[in-house]
């Protein structure tokens, strides 16, 4: 019997477009189509919550693609299964390419066609290319390209192009071989423009002999092509100057707001936007209008989202985001850092060290170096270590490690020695055995790594796994997947196996609440190797809390 073979091919816009996977899943998945060897004796169990087993299927590779479509590959068929994993739909001489959320890719050969996620076929495996949005789909054939609107339920010609694509906000930009570009989704199909460009979801940037403009999702002109120069901020906000006028402008779905005009200078500097009136800097501008407007400022430069105010009267201040000061003016501070828990790391003179709201200074500058705190304790630097200071100046955690983090939920990561460890706030070391790399997951946990292997550690440190797998993924509350080998299992969060080294492939269906497992047809010795290698972790766990 031939092995079922799947494809998956992803540029790297397309895998941020795909909903309901991480990075790490498409790992796992490439590195399982690319190893896996089919067995007659095959079969997938399927587990309830309480990994209770319900019932086995004979064959296929089970794809749960979210939004509950699980899809079948066996052989060069694909099935639509329903929550009971039994075939409602199958496709014929069909594989895999990607899944778009509605849109399935497939393709045969060179070619590619698509489904939509409920099973029905709106393009025949006869195209060069797909791409998506949303409802539609655009396909290339030689140069001729064609878009499927699914509202429509039709597929119309749009043209022969040297190439097209979907903009963000959903029109389709194409451009012709002398290179001119075009909108034919918009009323004017034929219309020319120098440049299409596409900044934000909303609005395309369009520049013609006239000057640059807005065009909308519909193709028409929010904002005429008479501008000078205009410069996209943020979201939908953009910066524009018509002669000697300058524009901040939130452009919307019907038209371009106009949120602030003046005929003083406005310019991004250092990465601040900044007004000049009569030749001085005088205001602050957000994306719609004035931050701050105050006399007497030097210059502004920000820090993080945050912004340093100098005065010429040797003052500095800290303004945040919102306009408000964090830290009024004061002359005790050159620089002065985002803070936390009300303390602020500042360079005072020629050193380091924290002022509160007023420009106070709270502790002393002493430091070559500073953080800012985090549950009570901050990380300071002298020469090339650092160590962990209170708020009543007291160093709590001498200057030991070559970097450090946070603390959170009283654990924080450091390096020593050229490795990285765990540390509580007294400064002990929580993994017997320190990583070459410590990361912090989403979900608060600790991702531990060394030689190319990877392990876990709780929120509060403890260790779950140390690095023997490659693969370990946290799927829910007291469910780990991890893999050794070739071989996939699940334990909880004891470090203890809820499924055994032993399967090709687990699948958590969440919609559905069951677990998937393929089984082998034997233990591999890749399994019984780690097993054992567990049992002997896990004795010296619990000898060392002994």
Same mark, same amino acid.
């Given at each position: 019997?031939?092995?079922?073979?799947?494809?998956?091919?992803?540029?790297?816009?397309?895998?941020?477009?795909?909903?309901?996977?991480s990075l790490p899943f498409f790992v796992a998945m490439l590195l399982f189509i690319g190893t896996i060897e089919k067995a007659n004796s095959q079969v997938w169990e399927v587990f309830d919550q309480h990994l209770n087993l319900e019932k086995k299927i004979s064959h296929g590779n089970i794809h749960l693609l979210g939004n509950s479509l699980r899809i079948n590959a066996w052989e060069n068929d694909l099935s639509f299964l329903g929550p009971d994993y039994e075939a409602f739909a199958t496709l014929d001489s069909a594989r895999l390419y990607q899944y778009l959320e509605p849109w399935i890719i497939i393709h045969n050969g060179d070619k590619f066609g698509a489904f939509h996620e409920y099973g029905e076929q709106v393009l025949p495996t006869i195209y060069d290319e797909v791409a998506t949005y949303y409802n539609l789909l655009l396909s290339k054939k030689g140069n001729a390209y064609y878009v499927y609107d699914r509202g429509k339920k039709n597929t119309q010609s749009i043209g022969e192009f040297s190439k097209a694509r979907f903009a963000k906000n959903g029109q389709v930009i194409a451009q012709k071989a002398d290179g001119s570009y075009l909108l034919p989704l918009s009323e004017s199909p034929d219309h020319p423009y120098i440049s299409l460009t596409d900044p934000c979801q909303d609005v395309i940037i369009a520049e013609e002999a006239t000057g640059y403009g807005l065009i909308n999702r519909h193709g028409d002109y929010i904002l005429d092509p008479i501008i000078d120069e205009i410069k996209h901020l943020d979201d939908n906000y953009f910066f524009a100057r018509n002669e000697a006028e300058y524009l901040l402008i939130n452009a919307l779905?019907?038209?371009?707001?106009?949120?602030y005009n003046s005929f003083h200078k406005i310019s991004i500097e250092n990465d601040v936007m900044v007004e000049y009136i009569h030749g001085k800097l005088r205001r602050i501008m957000k994306n719609d209008g004035i931050l701050l407007d105050i006399v007497g400022m030097d210059s502004v430069r920000k820090v993080d989202d945050y912004y340093n105010v100098h005065f010429r009267d040797q003052k500095t201040g800290l303004l945040n985001p919102q306009g408000k000061w964090e830290v009024r003016p004061t002359p005790s501070a050159k620089k002065i850092f985002p803070g936390n828990e009300g303390l602020f790391g500042a360079l005072i003179g020629e050193d380091f060290g924290y002022i509160n709201s007023r420009g106070d200074t709270i502790i002393e500058p002493v430091f070559d170096? +500073?953080?800012g705190f985090s549950e009570g304790l901050a990380e300071v630097r002298k020469g090339q270590l650092w160590g962990y200071v209170n708020r009543n100046n007291q160093m709590i955690i001498p200057f030991s490690f070559e970097n450090s983090g946070p603390?959170?939920?009283?654990?924080?990561? +450091?390096?020593?020695?050229?490795?990285?460890?765990?540390?509580?706030q007294r400064g002990e070391l929580l993994l017997e055995n320190s990583c070459e790399r410590i990361s912090k997951t989403s979900d608060g946990y600790?991702?531990?790594?060394?030689?190319?292997l990877l392990g876990m550690a709780k929120p509060d440190g403890q260790l779950i796994s140390p690095p023997v797998y490659e693969e370990i993924r946290r799927e829910g509350p007291d469910q780990i997947l991890i893999r050794k080998r070739d071989v996939y299992g699940m334990m909880n969060e004891n470090g203890d196996f809820e499924l055994p080294l032993f399967y090709s492939q687990i699948l958590f269906d969440k919609d559905n609440d069951r677990i998937l497992a393929k089984s082998q047809s034997s233990v591999s010795k890749a399994s019984e190797e780690t097993t054992a290698e567990h049992s002997q972790n896990k004795k010296k766990k619990k000898n060392k809390g002994a």
């Open positions: 019997m031939r092995k079922p073979i799947i494809i998956f091919t992803f540029t790297q816009k397309e895998v941020y477009m795909w909903k309901f996977y779905s019907t038209d371009a707001d106009i949120r170096q +500073v953080k603390f959170s939920h009283g654990v924080a990561i +450091v390096a020593q020695e050229g490795r990285i460890n765990l540390i509580n600790y991702l531990l790594e060394n030689e190319g």
